[in-house]
């Protein structure tokens, strides 16, 4: 599928500011959509929605379908009378670069209780209507999801596998007793969804209006800790306590000489074709009713998955397994027509990924960080040999900004040595013909005139900021995902060079 010639900006919303310690749906998001339309960037790229677990990772959700309460604006609550003003102005001083997500949601979680307690309790019947009626209609994973975090809660928090033996495996008896006693904690859960999504919907409502779409972001896996494996243990590799079996990852590469152990349970795809692969039918659906495209995360693993015994201490000790390949693809573009799908195909990639994406006409993807270096691939990420059906990046969420990047040191990020970086650095200032001055314009630059029909820039390199800003440094355990832009940060004269840069280049 051909994606129109544009250019956009990837910012997660909890990145944005705000006095709440965390960006949301709220007035910020808003002028962040203003600020796109007045650099003619027609894009906003978003990491996934959902509510996340391990890690505060947006790649580990506890649901592929549920969104993330925390996003919530607390502001557009208060405007429906479900919080006080009074309650907003007692926020604590969060700090404004960066998410403490413990204190976040110390302060949040209580407070979006007594919005639920008080719209169970008072709501005018209009809007009581609304939300039986999004309840009926998502049922099918909501009531799943609201039990299973309800179930978290009243055990502290523990991974599912660990909960009560008749709660783990699902008993129908003591799930439905479970349901009665936690009536109102479960309503809690449902009401969050209702609001996440209505919050949404009038947010990608207001940025259609002014000519910006959605892309969104589907990773290949699930979170073991989720609502779809506690659910579908049967679609998953599991041993008879519940735990992943096999988990996935990468072997080495880039990022890591130990390759990454994501730990995510390998699905039964034997399983999954059986059922036609309904659920997976399903997520899309759902991902293309909240986004306009799709980056699907991992694409290669589509094809062949690396797959790693459970209790492995590294990646390196895995396997290639074949995946589903072109039967899910064709089960998924039967039932929901042409994929707005981005394929991440990033890492290592064989020919027969490749066919695989060129099958279905899924434009694949380029960082141009990935272009002047000693990699067999690298020449692929050089604009030169760019085709147009492409979506370039100077980085993405897992890179360093392209300032820290230029200015990083071995052993930083990557597995790169200090001769390697002075030799892709002299390649890259003869490639691009820089002296490295604004080194993240001269980036933004070579994309935009690139043939590429999408390009996309992290915010931060809008902003020229450095190492300090990264989003995700892969295979760190904690301390990712925190990343915030200070109030007042984007300005007019980078929205001026942008739009610039996106008139002169027709995107």
């Known amino acids: 599928m051909r994606f129109p010639r544009s250019s956009g900006i990837l ?95 110390a302060y949040k979680i209580p407070l979006l209780r007594k919005a639920a307690l008080r719209f169970m309790s008072g709501a005018p019947a209009k809007d009581r209507d609304l939300y039986e009626a999004f309840t009926r209609q998502n049922a099918w994973w909501l009531d799943d999801y609201g039990l299973f975090m309800t179930l978290k809660e009243e055990n502290r928090g523990a ?52 000519g910006i779409r959605i892309l969104g972001d589907i990773p290949i896996y ?102 589903p390949g072109a039967d899910l693809l064709e089960a998924l573009q039967a039932e929901l027509g042409p994929l707005p799908l981005i394929a991440e195909n990033l890492g290592v990639i064989t020919p027969e990924v490749e066919a695989l994406r ?48 230029w200015n990083s040191t071995a052993g930083t990020d990557s597995t790169r040595t200090e001769e390697d970086l002075r030799e892709e650095r002299a390649f890259a200032k003869a490639y691009l013909n820089t002296d490295g001055r604004e080194i993240n314009w001269t980036f933004i630059r070579t994309l935009m005139a690139s043939v590429a029909d999408m390009v996309i820039f992290p915010v931060q390199d809008v902003l020229g900021l450095g190492t300090e800003a990264r989003m995700n440094l892969p295979g760190r355990p904690s301390g990712n995902w925190r990343w915030r832009m200070l109030p007042g940060t984007l300005r007019e004269i980078e929205q001026s060079r942008l739009k610039q840069l996106a008139t002169l280049y027709d995107r």
């Open 11 to 105: 910012l997660h919303p909890t990145s944005l500011p705000g006095r709440f310690g965390i960006g949301d749906l709220g007035p910020e998001a808003y002028r962040f959509a203003d600020w796109l339309a007045g650099a003619s960037l027609r894009i906003w790229q978003v990491l996934p929605l959902g509510p996340t677990g391990y890690g505060d990772s947006p790649y580990q959700l506890f649901s592929a379908f549920a969104g993330n309460p925390l996003l919530i604006s607390l502001e557009q609550l208060a405007e429906q009378g479900y919080l006080s003003v009074r309650e907003l102005q007692e926020a604590p001083d969060f700090p404004e670069d960066r998410v403490d997500y413990e204190a976040v949601y």
């Open 159 to 210: 991974v599912w596998s660990r909960w009560p033996k008749e709660i783990a495996q699902r008993d129908p008896e003591v799930l439905q007793a479970s349901k009665e006693r936690f009536r109102d904690k479960l309503e809690a859960h449902k009401f969050w969804q209702f609001v996440f999504f209505e919050q949404w919907s009038s947010l990608k409502l207001y940025c259609h209006q002014h």
């Open 222 to 323: 699930v979170a073991h800790d989720s609502a779809d494996v506690w659910s579908h243990p049967e679609y998953f590799h599991l041993d008879d306590n519940g735990d992943p079996a096999l988990v996935a990852g990468v072997p080495p590469d880039y990022f890591s000489a130990t390759g990454q152990l994501w730990g995510n349970p390998i699905y039964r795809w034997d399983v999954l074709a059986a059922s036609q692969y309904r659920w997976w039918i399903d997520r899309i659906r759902a991902a293309l009713s909240v986004v306009d495209y799709i980056r699907l995360d991992h694409f290669r693993g589509f094809e062949a998955f690396w797959q790693v015994p459970a209790g492995e201490p590294t990646a390196e000790n895995g396997r290639w397994v074949k995946g």
């Open 358 to 405: 060129e099958q279905f006409g899924f434009p694949g993807m380029s960082v141009l960080q990935f272009a002047f270096g000693k990699d067999p691939q690298a020449p692929d990420f050089r604009p030169h040999n760019y085709p147009r059906e492409r979506v370039a990046y100077t980085g993405t969420h897992d890179n360093d900004t392209t300032i820290g990047w």
